[in-house]
């Protein structure tokens, strides 16, 4: 008897759900996860050309397992950075399955200056902690500014503290190699530049989390 893709599919769909629900019926980030992966590994095993009924499902449970891993994996990390980093000043933010943490120069560094304050060291070090338990995550951190200044000294200032951070969470154990660092200067402001409050929110730095299965 043939087997039509579409039959193909909706089982691995339906597998995928039956692993279970919340409470309230919605779907979580991993079985969101699981059901794209396993859309996705459905439709490489027809894409490639595969005659065989057995490995198309198996294409699809295997993609479905490696997008609940992911999803799995950024909950369980973004859950320990917001209870390390509760009550820091360091903002933490959920993008799909990225994280983004936000930190204020106003707590990270002195007015103008690319070195972190030495009263951040600690909050710096509980964060490594918390990445080097999670090590399959690359590290983007990247500094930015608010308008007030040359557009060439804003530049610099940003890639100095990117670098900054990245140098001291090097320092405390993070992979050097999982880490990079970039300054974008005054071109990605978050809030108005015209009042002091829209100035304080663009001079930041911000450290997104990627898992490396999206490289």
Do not use: W
């Amino acid at each position: 008897m043939k087997i039509s893709m579409r039959t193909l599919l909706i089982g691995a769909v339906s597998a995928t759900l039956m692993a279970g629900c919340s409470p309230t019926g919605e779907m979580t980030r991993a079985q969101q996860g699981a059901l794209i992966g396993a859309i996705g590994g459905a439709v490489v095993g027809k894409n490639t050309g595969d005659k065989d009924r057995g490995h198309t499902i198996a294409g699809a449970v295997v993609g479905g397992l490696a997008g609940a891993a992911i999803g799995n994996y950024m909950d369980e990390q973004e859950a320990a950075l917001r209870q390390n980093l509760q009550g820091t000043g360091v903002e933490v933010t959920r993008q799909n399955d990225t994280i983004v943490l936000t930190m204020p120069d106003a707590i990270t560094f002195d007015f103008g200056q690319a070195s972190v304050k030495p009263q951040f060291y600690g909050v710096l070090g509980g964060l490594a902690n918390t990445l080097n338990q999670y090590p399959e995550t690359r590290i983007q951190i990247a500094g930015h500014t608010d308008n007030v200044g040359s557009d060439a000294s804003n530049l610099q200032l940003s890639q100095q503290r990117a670098n900054g951070v990245r140098t001291y969470l090097a320092s405390t154990g993070v992979a050097a190699q999982r880490m990079q660092a970039v300054g974008y200067g005054e071109s990605r402001p978050i809030a108005d530049n015209s009042s002091e409050s829209g100035r304080a929110q663009n001079r930041r730095v911000e450290i997104t989390l990627i898992p490396f299965q999206q490289q």
